[in-house]
């Protein structure tokens, strides 16, 4: 393999996983904290993008303001779903929540296409993210670099977050047991309802961010549910570390696969999540349940 | 008396054997004939309705009875599918041997994943059958010499029913085919559900723990009832090849598994009767609705599955089981006056 090639598949390969990181950790920890398995969570990234795309325009805002708007709306939208329907389906089986879902992604997908079409729309971005970085060696686009900044960013902020803050330290006691931590005065319902809102404003972080790769469309909770699904599995629940190297190793496989063999890329993908879930049925991070 | 409700609800095998008890089959097979003196021009649909009532029927074995937590289902009906067609055109044209051939095909993938993927439980076995059903997908586009890829496995000839029916454009032969096959196979489903191996099956359901210690084999009785699931859903993607004379990857996709997952939650997943109604429910309403526009149809598909788990958790069947209940009680009250 040529240094080129090496590179440029660790440039494309990194962004990508930084957009996969950013969109699943919100369903990583929900998976955690709540055992709730969130399929409509594609759909969060879904709307932020979309919602990016047009608020600029419809409201004639700064592009950032937007971004910012459009994600607290879907962080808004979140705790909405939460409150009034996601909570009835805390103590029920995992079909049902996974049903509840998929109904909700279903219905989101449908509204997105009432609302801005179904033709794929792209995520106008600040003049300062075009052009691109020369490295001396080679030059990167400059998008491609903003994404993989915000990537780690989202990983060291959300560290200290879970590791420093006492907000953090509820998390985790409600992770690892959720009737002590209500026994010893945790409000676990609050915690629930502000680790979902939080991980769909990341997801929708992550969908405006990707926009370029994943581009944005009204099937692309469905599309891309699988992949966001895999990512969770291989990096194992709750674990903050867990989705950040999933993603690396998932992103970087496809991404190689992708300048070497194409058909075979998403083949790639899923084999190698099938071996890792038989090697590690609780993911690469992922304590015994 | 009867308010006193016992613990642990566990169906008793009936008295008489069960193949002597046919009112299901009866009724399904005069809804059957019915439909098609009622719809004689949505043949097509109603082919499919009872291609896809198998495959759900597959699905509530492995779901609802089991409790094997999938949503790759597809890849053992798309399996069936695309050996159907094969034999078609490599081997023989005749359709019960490309059926039974299908058959094979469904349950030799259920079981060979099955063997890896039965160890775990809960999200890990979803994410395996995800997994495994999008890796024969991928593997179906790559191969295009095997499969035609995008456009589909196509151009086989499918020779007449027992060498007397043919397949002709009508559809007579074709919906009363799939008719036929739908009610032999809830014959033998509803046979196995209620022998001591499907009772074994929905104790493993509701503990796996207990069956465990009791001596049973769970992993062994799992996959065992995953590959006869495979087999009726090779069958349903045999059936759904030969009469729309296509095999295509959109049998594979995740779509197909999560809409029969869909199917049998609207109608019911503990019943196999629930699974035909859910399957008769669905295509209906996607029938109606994509003449208006596909996303109208998501949004109808949607929120009827959120407004079935809140409202009617035992599905579109309970809904019928409490109004017989209603109905009788009626009909008590006014014999006792």
């Given at each position: 393999m040529s240094f080129a090639l090496l590179s440029s598949v660790l440039v494309d390969g990194v962004t990508y996983a930084m957009i996969l990181f950013m969109i699943t950790v919100g369903l990583s920890m929900t998976m955690g904290l709540m055992r709730v398995v969130n399929l409509a969570h594609g759909a969060f990234a879904m709307l932020g993008g979309f919602l990016a795309a047009s608020i600029p325009q419809r409201l004639g805002v700064p592009i950032g303001l937007g971004f910012v708007l459009a994600i607290a709306l879907v962080a808004l939208l979140a705790l909405i779903f939460e409150r009034t329907l996601l909570r009835r389906f805390y103590r029920r089986d995992d079909l049902d929540q996974m049903l509840v879902t998929i109904g909700l992604m279903f219905v989101a997908t449908a509204a997105v296409n009432l609302m801005f079409g179904s033709s794929v729309t792209s995520v106008a971005l600040p003049e300062a993210f075009g052009g691109s970085v020369d490295l001396g060696f080679r030059s990167i686009p400059r998008h491609r670099l903003i994404v993989v900044a915000c990537g780690l960013l989202v990983v060291v902020v959300l560290w200290f977050a879970v590791d420093r803050s006492s907000f953090g330290i509820r998390v985790r006691a409600a992770v690892d047991n959720a009737p002590i931590a209500r026994a010893i005065g945790i409000d676990t319902t609050k915690i629930y309802a502000a680790t979902f809102a939080i991980g769909a404003a990341l997801a929708a972080l992550g969908g405006i961010a990707g926009a370029e790769l994943l581009p944005m469309e009204p099937t692309y909770a469905s599309k891309y549910l699988v992949i966001l699904l895999a990512v969770v599995a291989v990096g194992g629940n709750g674990n903050l570390f867990g989705s950040f190297f999933a993603a690396l190793l998932l992103g970087i496989v496809e991404t190689s696969m992708k300048y070497m063999v194409p058909q075979l890329a998403s083949a790639a993908f899923f084999l190698t999540m099938i071996v890792v879930l038989l090697l590690r049925p609780q993911g690469l991070f992922g304590r015994q349940a | 008396m009867s308010a006193v409700i016992p613990p642990m609800v566990m169906a008793v095998p009936p008295r008489a054997r069960p193949w002597t008890q046919l009112r299901a089959e009866i009724v399904l097979t005069l809804a059957g004939l019915l439909a098609f003196a009622l719809f004689p021009q949505d043949l097509g649909l109603l082919t499919n309705m009872a291609t896809m009532s198998i495959f759900a029927l597959s699905l509530s074995l492995v779901l609802g009875q089991a409790g094997i937590a999938t949503l790759g289902q597809a890849a053992l009906y798309g399996a069936g599918a695309y050996v159907a067609g094969w034999t078609a055109l490599y081997l023989t044209a005749d359709p019960i041997v490309g059926l039974l051939l299908g058959g094979l095909g469904g349950g030799l993938i259920a079981l060979l994943s099955g063997a890896v993927m039965l160890r775990s439980t809960k999200l890990t076995l979803v994410m395996l059958t995800i997994a495994v059903a999008q890796l024969l997908l991928e593997l179906a586009n790559w191969a295009r010499w095997l499969t035609g890829g995008d456009d589909g496995l196509a151009g086989f000839e499918v020779a007449p029913l027992f060498g007397i029916w043919e397949f002709n454009f009508m559809g007579h032969t074709g919906y009363f085919y799939a008719l036929g096959a739908l009610v032999l196979v809830f014959f033998l489903v509803r046979n196995l559900v209620d022998s001591p191996f499907g009772l074994t099956a929905r104790a493993i359901r509701q503990d796996p723990g207990r069956v465990q210690a009791l001596g049973g084999r769970v992993y062994l009785h799992l996959l065992a009832v995953y590959t006869v699931g495979g087999v009726v859903a090779g069958l349903a993607g045999a059936l759904t090849a030969q009469t729309s004379k296509v095999a295509n990857l959109f049998m594979l996709d995740f779509t197909t598994s999560a809409g029969v997952v869909v199917m049998i939650v609207l109608g019911g997943?503990?019943?196999?009767?629930g699974a035909v109604l859910g399957t008769v429910a669905y295509m209906t309403i996607h029938h109606i609705a994509s003449t208006l526009n596909p996303y109208h149809w998501l949004f109808v598909i949607g929120s009827m599955l959120i407004f079935v788990l809140i409202v009617l958790p035992e599905g579109l069947i309970g809904l019928l089981d409490r109004a017989a209940a209603y109905a009788r009680r009626l009909g008590r009250k006014g014999g006792a006056r």
């Open positions: - | 997943t503990r019943r196999l009767s």
